[in-house]
């Protein structure tokens, strides 16, 4: 299991802004690539949020919401061809979809109970929740159970991010500000 995701500048400049472009909905993207001894992310593959009520494998939970009345504001979904044309795009160039991204606006950079319900498989999970940081996650899915039942979620275990030198950005914050990227101590650890 991976305990750190290095970053290349320019994915993260991409990462946030692509994200942010689609305030106050929930952006969501792929991330591409190398599976080596450490991870490492070399594109970012923004993606539109395809969420609508009832979509199928992305049921509701009664009592299990994250809030009032769900919607892109609050929910996420990235189109399955979407990953499919990531996938086959990568591995003309040797890199493999890792995980995807995706925004929490106004919230903590954690995953949701539906973001644990609904991972698929293993792989990275990162959200960023603006000013309250960034944060990266290693969604653990084979040793939980299938997400095809209700009330199984994934085992959440943080990522350390580092930037492309290997300085540590932490599990903590991060800000970008006109392609200059620093570190700040507002983020928080997965408590729950
Ligand atoms: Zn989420």
Redesign the pocket.
């Known amino acids: 299991m991976p305990w750190r995701l290095r970053f290349d500048w320019d994915c993260l400049i991409v990462l946030r802004r692509s994200l942010d472009a689609v305030a106050p909905n929930?952006g969501c993207a792929l991330l591409l690539g190398d599976c080596g001894s450490e991870l490492r992310l070399r594109v970012v593959w923004p993606c539109c949020n395809v969420w609508r009520p009832g979509l199928q494998g992305l049921e509701e939970q009664p009592g299990c919401g994250d809030g009032p009345r769900p919607s892109r504001q609050t929910r996420?979904a990235l189109d399955p061809r979407e990953q499919i044309a990531a996938q086959r795009w990568g591995r003309q160039r040797g890199l493999h979809v890792v995980g995807s991204a995706?925004s929490?606006p106004g919230?903590e950079p954690r995953?949701?109970s539906?973001?644990r319900r609904w991972a698929a498989a293993d792989g990275v999970m990162v959200?960023d929740a603006g000013v309250r940081g960034l944060a990266g996650w290693w969604m653990e899915r084979s040793t939980a159970g299938p997400a095809s039942a209700p009330a199984t979620l994934a085992k959440v275990h943080p990522l350390s991010l580092v930037g492309p030198e290997g300085a540590a950005l932490g599990n903590t914050g991060l800000s970008v500000h006109n392609s200059r990227c620093r570190t700040s101590d507002d983020g928080s650890a997965f408590g729950a």
Request: proline fraction near 10%; charge should be negative; aromatic fraction near 10%.
């Open positions: 929930e996420f995706h929490h919230g995953p949701s539906n973001d959200i």
